[in-house]
Each structure stands twice: as structure tokens, then as C-alpha cells.
């Protein structure tokens, strides 16, 4: 089997230096890409930045933003995907073009595109990702974490994350798969004004910050159990739960017709697998014309699915932001990876201002997700994230 073909750069410079912890924002609403990628990176000082993250909206060209976007930050590396909705400095938005620039003062990064995602090779990713860590000098007492972000319809993901934790070891990994909106065509890899599908983009990271891992869903398991009788795995498709048609059997157990399954009922009604005495989602994404579901992660012959309740999802919501460090500080800032299907429940509930007030108030910003990576595990209908607090010194000044 081919392995995949690896681009890769790093970012260096002085490994200190003054500056703020905060991140820049840059941010536009318009639909015209050029005006767009001019207004979002007007806001931008490009001086202090080392990277920029850019999080592109459904409503924007992808190639003539990308284009533009060069133009626009030259010298200055921009990494990024497509989206399923952003999480601004106002919220949950649709169209919004953000971009977050990590300043040079803290932040120093090497990146690695990982292209094709099919064919795959664990073996030759862990080790792409094993050699990317060698060649990226280490700063002394600075802290390593990698960002992954891959293409959300590759259905990849899942032995993607397998792969980097073996490579990478004891680096944390935190990620997003590339969203489409609502489309599920094509979704898209951002790197130095380049697209690209069926690819991820591994960001190593060094930063003077302290930081913490966050990943937290908010669903119970029910009594209701389903075991996969027929399944694609490589296509992620059940074929049959309980020796029934597979979205029959759902359906009858969520107290819906077939022909009213769709993506808000999928969000309320998620289906979860345990591992050990953890439970994690993996959402459904659609019937399939044959009468199958498709899955967003992985699905195999045997698999244990337990149906999932939900809890109050802004009170989770609050609870799992509100974390601190060592010394009792809230975040900098939280870098956000949150799925499209929690969004959608939270507007069916018509909840959307009060979950943005939430994410204002504990300084979230990122995109909504076709998945998440967290601790070496592709999940779904969770949100993962990364918080950043400022250097005690700082604090202390």
C-alpha cells in the first residue's frame, strides 16, 4: 500500500521574547473572499504573529479566499479548514471568516501535510509525525502539544489519531475534522494558500503557556442497547442493528418514523460505544438510500451501541469551561473543536444566545467540527479543546 506523500516546514525565531499571551483576532462577514481576507487580516499585527488559524465559512470560495488570504498575510504562515460554523469573540456563527494569530512571543510551530489520507499507512504516518518531533528543536521548559486537522469526509480520522499518538508518544493531540456546513461534499485542508482534500495538517506546537486539555459531551446512556449485525466498516455504514434494517431499528427506538430521521433528530439521539467505563459518541451522519446509516466515525461487525440520553446542555456546557490552572486563573484563552451536531441541538432549543454568552464568557474560539480528536480517540457530538493561561510571571507582576 502507498504511503502518503508529507510537505512540511517550521516555524522558528527567538524562543522568548515581550509580547501579550492574548490571542489577535481577525474576523469578517462579508461573502466577497478578496473583502473578506482584507477585512479579517486588517486586525491582524502581522509583526507580533508567528501563525495565524484561519476557520473559512460555507458562504465564502475556498480558492479565491485562500488566494487572497496569501496576498494579504505574505511571510506569514496560515493554516486552517473549512467549517461547519465558527465560534467568534460573539458566539456561534455561520459566516464568519475568523482568523487567530498566535503571537511570536509564545508560540513557536512545525507543520506536516499528510496527503492522500486513502490509502493510509499507520506505519508511515507515526513515523512522518516521530520525525516532524525530532527535527523540531525543543525550547527549554516550554510545553509541546500538536493540532491535527483533517479532512472530514476521508472517513480517516479515526486511524489518523491512532497513528500520530503512537508517533508522537507523550505529546498531546487535540483536533477537528474539516466541515462542509450541512453539505457533506467536500470539505477542505488550509496551508500557506493552498487547498487540499483527502489530507491532514499536523501542527506541532511550543508554547511558554501553560495549558489544558478539554473534551466533554453530555450524554448518559440509556437501557436501550443495539448490536451492529451487518456492517461496511470501511464506509462506515451499518447495514443492520439487531438483525433489523439498520435505520428501521434506530428509528423505532428514538420513537420516530424512518422518514423523519434527519441531523436534529441524530443530535438528540446519538448512539454511544464504552470503552472501559467511559462512553463515547459516535454520531450518525444520514440514511442512506438502502435504508443504512452512516456514521461519522468508526463502525464495525459486533460493535455494542448503547442509546444516549441528554443532559442540560448549557448547564455541561458551563460546568466543563469553567476551568482554572494551578493557581486558580481562568484561560487566556480556549482554543474550541466543537461538533456541528451539538450547534444543532442548541438551536433547535432555540439556546444559540445564551451557549455564545457562555463561550464570550470563558473566551472560546475555534469552529464547529464533522468530529474531534482528543487523547488518541476520534469522537464525535463533543467539544474538544485546548485552554492557554497566561505565564505565572505575569501574573505576578
Not at 508529507?6 to 462579508?30: E, F, M
Not at 488559524?53 to 496576498?71: G, Q, Y
Not at 475534522?177 to 496551508?191: C, P
Request: hydrophobic content about 45%; aromatic content about 6%.
Amino acid at each position: 500500500m502507498p504511503g502518503p506523500s508529507s510537505a512540511s516546514s517550521v516555524r522558528d525565531g527567538a524562543a522568548a521574547g515581550s509580547g501579550s499571551g492574548t490571542l489577535g483576532v481577525g474576523l469578517s462577514r462579508t461573502a466577497d473572499p478578496a473583502r473578506a481576507a482584507a477585512e479579517a487580516a486588517a486586525q491582524i499585527n502581522r509583526s507580533q504573529a508567528r501563525f495565524v488559524l484561519a476557520f473559512i465559512p460555507d458562504r465564502l470560495a475556498r480558492a479565491p479566499l485562500a488566494e487572497a488570504l496569501a496576498r494579504q498575510l505574505p511571510g506569514l504562515p496560515v493554516f486552517g479548514c473549512s467549517s461547519a460554523g465558527q465560534i467568534t469573540p460573539e458566539g456561534y456563527e455561520d459566516d464568519a471568516l475568523l482568523l487567530l494569530a498566535f503571537p511570536r512571543a509564545h508560540f513557536r510551530c512545525a507543520t506536516r501535510l499528510i496527503s492522500p489520507l486513502s490509502p493510509f499507512s499507520i506505519e508511515q504516518v507515526s513515523a512522518e509525525a516521530r520525525r516532524l518531533a525530532a527535527q523540531f528543536a525543543h525550547s527549554a521548559q516550554w510545553n509541546r502539544l500538536a493540532l491535527i486537522f483533517a479532512d472530514g469526509l476521508s472517513k480517516q480520522e479515526d486511524l489518523l489519531v491512532t497513528a500520530l499518538a503512537a508517533g508522537l508518544e507523550d505529546v498531546p493531540v487535540f483536533g477537528g475534522s474539516a466541515a462542509d456546513a450541512l453539505r457533506f461534499r467536500e470539505t477542505a485542508i488550509l496551508q500557506d494558500g493552498a487547498l487540499h482534500r483527502d489530507a491532514a495538517l499536523l501542527v506541532l506546537i511550543e508554547t511558554d503557556l501553560d495549558f489544558r486539555g478539554l473534551g466533554f459531551d453530555h450524554f448518559l446512556p440509556t437501557e436501550h442497547l443495539m448490536v451492529v449485525t451487518d456492517a461496511v466498516p470501511e464506509e462506515r455504514l451499518v447495514l443492520e442493528l439487531n438483525g433489523a434494517p439498520a435505520a428501521k431499528e434506530y428509528a423505532r427506538l428514538v420513537g420516530c418514523p424512518v422518514e423523519a430521521l434527519s441531523p436534529q433528530v441524530f443530535a438528540e439521539h446519538p448512539v454511544l460505544v464504552r470503552n472501559n467505563s467511559i462512553y463515547h459518541v459516535r454520531a450518525i451522519q444520514k440514511v442512506a438510500e438502502t435504508g443504512a446509516l452512516s456514521f461519522l466515525s468508526a463502525i464495525d461487525d459486533g460493535l455494542l451501541l448503547t442509546l444516549g440520553r441528554g443532559r442540560e446542555i448549557l448547564r455541561t456546557l458551563e460546568e466543563e469551561l469553567a476551568v482554572t490552572d494551578a493557581a486558580g486563573r481562568a484561560p487566556d484563552f480556549i482554543l474550541g473543536f466543537d461538533c456541528f451536531l451539538r450547534k444543532l441541538e442548541i438551536g433547535q432549543k432555540q439556546l444559540t444566545a445564551p451557549a455564545s454568552e457562555i463561550l464570550r464568557g470563558h473566551r472560546v474560539l475555534g469552529f464547529n467540527t464533522y468530529g474531534e480528536q482528543h487523547c488518541g480517540v476520534h469522537v464525535n457530538q463533543t467539544f474538544v479543546g485546548v485552554a492557554f493561561f497566561e505565564p505565572r510571571t505575569r501574573g505576578l507582576a
